[in-house]
């Protein structure tokens, strides 16, 4: 190892995170070598949808002008939900709106190879083929060794290594296995009738998960699943599901019609939310689906890896400067990333169980967005996401049009009730969303 050069930081894992952190780190004059076990373009399973924090990140890299210019953006200025009784809002294209947050479709295999090349042109050593099997601390030295027999020595150490992070839970860091899944396949454009930026269906199935149909900007469309904590198909069902109940969804059929062709089968990926109790250790960090910082209500985690990776950096460079990188030294990172945005993700879990239980809060949000448009699609977007904090729900603007329509289905499904008698099941107004799909997919037909 004496031989090996020595890295300021050497960073398992080459996606949005690790790359992130490399970039920052980097950009400060730290020698880092970025490794990724496969070799670019490589895919990763998932949303390919990016949120306005990301999308910040991206800029401050000049990554988002490069895409932008080549036409891989798709930003996203239309689209809505579908409730589980079938209530839906579906904004129309109306341009850029003023204090709507910024959202983005873009290819995982295209904008994870731009972070980490963006990462090497500010002088991080990006090494492909980099697949690690063992680390070990010694001497005030990370000792990382890959599969294929090459060895890295470094000072500090970031575990990015995915939501089934090998490395952070052979140092005991983490203590359990990735706790849920999403879907994706590409759906060519021409051949599907979608032509919304987004939409996100909230079928009885699969709650607190959810379908998403999102438009790329070739056309092309992205069909996901999430699987979510606190519903009853557990993980190891999602293919199987995605084979019965999303195939025969009838919002699914009517968004990709009688003709689409699929690009590839349905991939599956991994998820870890929730936020880790521990994500930092002597001399050592945990970063991205390692270490669970993905929202565990909707399973977005792309930008909460990213700006927690550029606290990471920041952060590193003090201890450094300090000549300090104990584990009471970096405990001030993970205190950082749960005051930003970790504090909310009990209150998310909380609101996945309770909309698992209670379907009717999601109807409530369609009906409010119905009644306000587009300006409370975008808040209501925006808190899901995290992109706001949930607090935002209890505000005047969200709480008083979500109460009011709350009262309006409930007052409504007592009437139809006691106009029906006592065993009449709640009717469902399927109608309007297919209707509203069928708008948002190439006009009234």
């Known amino acids: 190892m004496d031989e090996q050069p020595v890295y300021d930081v050497v960073i398992a894992g080459a996606g949005p995170a690790g ?7 980097a950009k400060g ?16 399973r998932c949303g390919d949808a990016w949120c306005e924090p990301a999308l910040d990140i991206l800029e401050e890299m000049g990554v988002i002008q490069e895409l932008d210019a080549e036409g891989a953006v798709q930003w996203v200025r239309s689209g809505g939900l579908v409730s589980p009784s079938g209530l839906s809002f579906t904004s129309p294209d109306e341009g850029e ?51 294929d027999g090459r060895r890295f020595s470094g000072r500090c150490l970031i ?37 919304s930026d987004g939409v996100l269906l909230y079928p009885r199935y699969v709650l607190p998960g959810y379908v ?26 999602l293919k199987s599901l995605l084979q019965t109940e999303v195939a025969s969804d009838p919002y699914v059929r009517a968004a990709l019609g009688d003709h689409a062709e699929p690009l590839e089968p349905p991939g599956l990926s991994p998820l870890r939310l929730g936020g880790e109790p521990r994500t930092h250790g002597e001399r050592l960090l945990v970063l991205g689906d390692a270490a669970g910082q993905t929202d565990p209500l909707t399973g977005e985690g792309i930008h909460t890896a990213m700006v927690a990776a550029k606290m990471a950096a920041r952060l590193l460079h003090e201890a450094f400067d300090a000549g300090d990188l104990s584990a009471t030294r970096l405990s001030a990172y993970h ?27 999601l109807d409530t949000a369609a009906m409010a967005a119905q009644r306000h448009g587009a300006s409370f699609m ?66 009234a037909r």
């Open 29 to 44: 004059g730290k020698r880092v070598a970025l490794l990724e076990k496969a070799t670019f373009p490589r895919d990763k």
């Open 159 to 195: 575990a990015a290594d995915g939501a089934k992070s090998k490395i952070a839970r052979a140092l005991g860091v983490v203590k359990t296995g990735a706790n849920s899944v999403a879907s994706r396949q590409y759906i060519k454009g021409g051949t599907h009738q979608f032509s």
């Open 19 to 25: 790359a992130t952190a490399a970039y920052f780190l």
């Open 212 to 237: 998403a149909l999102f438009r790329h900007s070739n056309g092309d469309i992205d069909l996901g699943c999430y699987l979510l904590p606190g519903g009853r198909v557990p993980p190891t069902k």
């Open 97 to 147: 709106r003023e204090g709507a947050p910024r959202v983005a479709a873009i290819r995982r295999m295209v904008c994870d190879e731009r972070i980490a090349r963006a990462a090497a042109r500010v002088g991080a050593e990006l090494i492909e083929g980099a697949a690690v099997s063992d680390v070990k601390l010694g001497d005030g030295r990370w000792a990382v060794r890959c599969k």
């Open 335 to 361: 205190r950082a990333w749960m005051r930003e945005f970790g504090r909310d993700f009990s209150i998310s879990a909380a609101a996945g169980r309770a909309i698992h239980r209670f379907p009717v809060l």
């Open 378 to 443: 975008d808040d209501f977007g925006a808190a899901m996401t995290g992109v706001k904090p949930k607090s935002l729900f209890l505000s005047p603007r969200m709480s008083i049009p979500l109460g009011a329509a709350l009262l309006g289905l409930l007052s409504s499904r007592a009437h139809t009730k006691y106009a029906s008698g006592p065993r009449a099941e709640p009717k469902h107004d399927f109608s309007f969303a297919m209707n509203a799909l069928q708008v948002s997919a190439g006009g």
